[in-house]
Each structure stands twice: as structure tokens, then as C-alpha cells.
């Protein structure tokens, strides 16, 4: 029996390789890398957010209209079944106040190991050094190219990632091989990625968190689209949960809209402000705005919008304290991009889902050919639900291909 060959050594591929041996098939995985999971070392800034407690049709939500795609993945392969196989493997998981789930090691190292400990237990061949060039169907298999000589397989599973932090190796390898086989590809950009702003003072907020404020993306010719959390400046300009979550929206230039402090209502924040003057007539406006801003924001936001920090609290009247108010509740910063997609957490965009069978992962146009993991056009919201699809949609794919493997044989005997 010739193995399933499965190309990319990241979760999809370490659990797709591992799922097809369990199956009772030979698998070799090929990894170009010296090392697999480069990326999967760096996630959770290294901490490894390997899934979410959210319920399955929340988890399907987060998939910006593509998660019904994942359904059947999921059905096979859901959290408790990710946890428990790491479990298995050595590795116990818990969940943080936000429902996040890390391993208790807070080590992404452990949760690599757990996945290829998985596979060396089936009996998986890994190949490192092994760059695939290109993959052809002759007849009833596969040939695959690479550098390591040409490797015969009888089904093909390509993991091998999107675009995102190409120095972990993955530089859209897949999406080339997958065109070659005629497959469509909707064109990669970077997703989870944070913003370059113009204002060049906020190098100097590098670091400042902002919890819990309303972000709206305005593009020229385009419907605003807004959201709502958690935000980080930068040295290059801003970053946090609610931006990365707007990235993927980016198609140029645009200007971001801040609302500092979204509880507020307009008059209600310029009648709070006037209050803290009558209470601080002989305060700088400065040092009296701490209730509404952090300190370190206070006078850069205040001269970008044209108001002297330095003016005493007993000299600002009314219109002083609508500059103020507007000045917090829409807070403008010109976005010039991204930082790109070598800094993105993921990629949006990929093989074209609706030629590819949702149920088996299987290609639709090349049987026998089956992807799982980044290089699909999936990409979901920060939080553990890009790496739990990317192993759920490994699982599934080397189930399946297993499966019609066996199913093959048993028809020639």
C-alpha cells in the first residue's frame, strides 16, 4: 500500500498524520523545515492558546461567515477531544478567566511534543528538509517532487499553512501547489494583524493598554464597520483584540475612531468633565482627567486635538469641556496599513472552499487530494479558534483519507 503523504508539519499536519496512522495506514509527513510547528511556538506569545470554552455555534460565529464550512471538522474533533488527546499524550490543559485554554505548563514546546508523540506512537514517518516542488496524479497516485528525491503516495494531505510569519516557513508553498492542481485561490492577505497609524506620537504610548473601547474603521467608499474591546498602542501604531479583529476589513488607507469610553454618553461625559473642573479650578487640565484617560494619554491626546494641557481647570468653561469630551469619545488616528503579513496572526484568504468537500475535506476537482488547517480560505477571530480548526480539519482529513484508502483496498482484493 502506498502511505498518505502529508505535506506541512504544523497541527493540521501533525494531527492529520497522526489521525491517518491510528486509521492503520503508513503516513510519512513532510516538514521543509529542520524542525516541524515552528509557528505553533510562537502562539500565545508563546504560551500556546490552543482552544476556546465557547459552545459550537459560538465557535462557528467567529469565522467572519466561512465557519459553517467547519462543522462536520468539529462534530468530529471538538475541544474535549483536542484536550483529551493531549492529555494522552502528556499534556493537561486550563481554562483563564476570558475561556481560553493553555496548557498548564504555559509551555507551546509541551503542546508540540504531545502532537508528534501522538504520531511517533501511530508509527508516523517524519521527513525534515523535505520542500516539496511540485505534486502530480498519475493514474491511481500521487508524485510528489521534493528535495529529498520524488515519494509515491496514494492519497496527498496538504497542510502547509497560510502566508503569515513566513521565517516559521510558511510562505503560501501550498497555495502554489494547490493552483497546480487546479484548484482556485482566493487571493491571501494578512488577517489578526495590527495597524500603522500616521500620528507619529504615539510611539511614545508604546505599551499602553486601552480595556474596553469602541473602535469604528472608516474606508473611503466603504460601509464603516466597528468593534468593541480591548486595545494596545505601539511603536508603529495600535494593536489588541478589537483592532485585530477589524484587520481583516483593511483594503488601504482608512481612519480609525476611537471612543475611549464607550459607558459614556456625550452630555454625560461634558457634564462629568465640567464637574472635575469646578473640583480642581486651580489643576492644569492635564493632571485632572485621570478618571476618564490614562495619565500617559492625557497630553498627547490633548494637543492633537488643538487644546492647551497646561490651561487651569478654572479657566476652561463649557466649550473647553466639548473639545475635551470630543476629543476622548472620538479619538481619529490615520491608518496607512498593516504591519504586514510576515507580523500577522493569521491569513485570510486560500484554496477556494466550495471546491472542497466539507464532510471529508477530499478535493472536489482531484480525488484523493485533501487539505486541512491554514492554507483553506479560513481564518477566524483571536482566542484559540484558528488553532483548534487547524487541528479539527487535520483530524478529519486524515480520517477520511485513511478511510477511502482502506475502502480502495478492499475493492482490489
Same mark, same amino acid.
Given at each position: 500500500?502506498?502511505?498518505?503523504?502529508?505535506?506541512?508539519?504544523?497541527?493540521?499536519?501533525?494531527l492529520a498524520?497522526?489521525?491517518?496512522?491510528?486509521?492503520?495506514?503508513?503516513?510519512?509527513?513532510?516538514?521543509?523545515?529542520q524542525?516541524?510547528?515552528?509557528?505553533?511556538l510562537?502562539?500565545g506569545?508563546?504560551?500556546?492558546?490552543?482552544?476556546?470554552?465557547v459552545?459550537?455555534?459560538?465557535?462557528?460565529?467567529?469565522?467572519?461567515?466561512?465557519?459553517?464550512?467547519?462543522?462536520?471538522?468539529l462534530?468530529?474533533?471538538?475541544?474535549?477531544?483536542?484536550?483529551?488527546?493531549?492529555a494522552?499524550?502528556?499534556?493537561?490543559?486550563?481554562?483563564?478567566?476570558?475561556?481560553?485554554?493553555?496548557?498548564?505548563?504555559?509551555?507551546?514546546?509541551?503542546?508540540?511534543?504531545?502532537?508528534?508523540?501522538?504520531?511517533?506512537?501511530?508509527?508516523v514517518?517524519?521527513?525534515t528538509?523535505?520542500?516539496?516542488?511540485s505534486?502530480?496524479?498519475?493514474?491511481?497516485?500521487?508524485?510528489?517532487?521534493?528535495?529529498?528525491g520524488?515519494?509515491?503516495?496514494?492519497?496527498?494531505i496538504?497542510?502547509t499553512?497560510?502566508? +503569515?510569519?513566513?521565517v @516559521?516557513?510558511?510562505?503560501?508553498?501550498?497555495? =502554489?501547489? $494547490? /493552483? %497546480?492542481? &487546479?484548484?482556485? !485561490?482566493?487571493?491571501?492577505?494578512?488577517?489578526?494583524a495590527?495597524?500603522?497609524?500616521?500620528?507619529t506620537?504615539?510611539?511614545n504610548?508604546?505599551?499602553?493598554?486601552?480595556?474596553?473601547?469602541?473602535?469604528?474603521?472608516?474606508q473611503?467608499?466603504?460601509?464603516?464597520?466597528a468593534?468593541?474591546?480591548?486595545?494596545?498602542?505601539?511603536?508603529?501604531?495600535?494593536?489588541?483584540?478589537?483592532?485585530?479583529?477589524?484587520?481583516?476589513?483593511?483594503?488601504?488607507s482608512?481612519?480609525?475612531?476611537?471612543n475611549?469610553v464607550?459607558?459614556?454618553?456625550?452630555?454625560?461625559?461634558?457634564?462629568?468633565?465640567?464637574?472635575v473642573?469646578?473640583?480642581?479650578?486651580?489643576?492644569?487640565?492635564?493632571?485632572?482627567?485621570?478618571?476618564?484617560?490614562?495619565?500617559?494619554?492625557? +497630553?498627547?491626546?490633548? @494637543?492633537a486635538?488643538?487644546?492647551d494641557?497646561? =490651561?487651569? $481647570? /478654572? %479657566?476652561? &468653561?463649557?466649550? !473647553?469641556a466639548?473639545?475635551?469630551?470630543?476629543?476622548?469619545?472620538?479619538?481619529?488616528?490615520?491608518?496607512?496599513?498593516?504591519?504586514?503579513?510576515?507580523?500577522a496572526?493569521?491569513?485570510?484568504?486560500?484554496?477556494?472552499?466550495?471546491?472542497?468537500n466539507?464532510?471529508s475535506?477530499?478535493?472536489?476537482?482531484?480525488?484523493?487530494?485533501?487539505?486541512?488547517?491554514e492554507?483553506?480560505?479560513?481564518?477566524?477571530?483571536?482566542g484559540?479558534?484558528?488553532l483548534?480548526?487547524?487541528c479539527?480539519?487535520?483530524y478529519?482529513?486524515?480520517?477520511?483519507?485513511a478511510?477511502?484508502l482502506l475502502?480502495?483496498?478492499?475493492?482490489?482484493?
Open positions: 500500500m502506498l502511505p498518505i503523504v502529508v505535506i506541512g508539519a504544523g497541527p493540521a499536519g501533525m498524520a497522526g489521525r491517518a496512522a491510528e486509521c492503520g495506514v503508513p503516513v510519512r509527513l513532510l516538514e521543509k523545515n524542525m516541524p510547528g515552528r509557528k505553533l510562537i502562539t506569545a508563546g504560551r500556546c492558546n490552543i482552544t476556546s470554552a459552545d459550537l455555534d459560538t465557535f462557528i460565529g467567529q469565522f467572519f461567515g466561512q465557519g459553517r464550512f467547519l462543522y462536520p471538522a462534530q468530529t474533533m471538538y475541544r474535549e477531544e483536542l484536550l483529551d488527546l493531549l494522552r499524550h502528556g499534556i493537561r490543559c486550563q481554562v483563564d478567566h476570558q475561556g481560553k485554554y493553555f496548557p498548564v505548563t504555559g509551555q507551546s514546546s509541551d503542546v508540540l511534543l504531545a502532537m508528534l508523540h501522538y504520531g511517533q506512537k501511530q508509527g514517518q517524519l521527513m528538509d523535505c520542500a516539496v516542488q505534486i502530480q496524479r498519475v493514474q491511481d497516485h500521487f508524485e510528489i517532487l521534493s528535495s529529498q520524488t515519494v509515491l503516495a496514494g492519497a496527498v496538504l497542510t499553512g497560510g502566508m +503569515t510569519y513566513p @516559521t516557513g510558511s510562505s503560501g508553498d501550498g497555495y =502554489r501547489l $494547490a /493552483a %497546480q492542481l &487546479g484548484h482556485s !485561490i482566493v487571493p491571501p492577505r494578512p488577517a489578526l495590527p495597524f500603522v497609524v500616521k500620528q506620537y504615539i510611539q504610548l508604546a505599551g499602553l493598554s486601552l480595556p474596553d473601547v469602541e473602535v469604528r474603521l472608516v473611503p467608499g466603504k460601509k464603516p464597520v468593534g468593541r474591546g480591548d486595545l494596545l498602542l505601539t511603536h508603529k501604531g495600535v494593536s489588541g483584540p478589537v483592532i485585530l479583529r477589524l484587520s481583516r476589513e483593511l483594503s488601504g482608512a481612519d480609525v475612531h476611537i475611549l464607550p459607558s459614556f454618553a456625550r452630555p454625560a461625559l461634558i457634564a462629568a468633565i465640567l464637574t473642573f469646578n473640583q480642581n479650578g486651580r489643576t492644569h487640565i492635564k493632571n485632572c482627567l485621570d478618571s476618564f484617560l490614562p495619565h500617559r494619554l492625557v +497630553t498627547p491626546l490633548l @494637543t486635538a488643538g487644546i494641557p497646561d =490651561r487651569m $481647570a /478654572a %479657566q476652561a &468653561g463649557r466649550r !473647553i466639548e473639545q475635551i469630551a470630543q476629543a476622548i469619545s472620538d479619538w481619529t488616528l490615520t491608518v496607512t496599513g498593516t504591519q504586514g503579513i510576515h507580523i496572526m493569521v491569513t485570510a484568504g486560500g484554496v477556494a472552499l466550495r471546491e472542497i466539507p464532510a475535506l477530499e478535493s472536489r476537482l482531484v480525488p484523493g487530494l485533501y487539505f486541512a488547517g492554507v483553506l480560505d479560513l481564518d477566524g477571530d483571536t484559540g479558534y484558528n483548534q480548526a487547524a479539527s480539519t487535520g478529519l482529513a486524515g480520517q477520511s483519507a478511510a477511502a475502502s480502495h483496498l478492499r475493492n482490489d482484493r
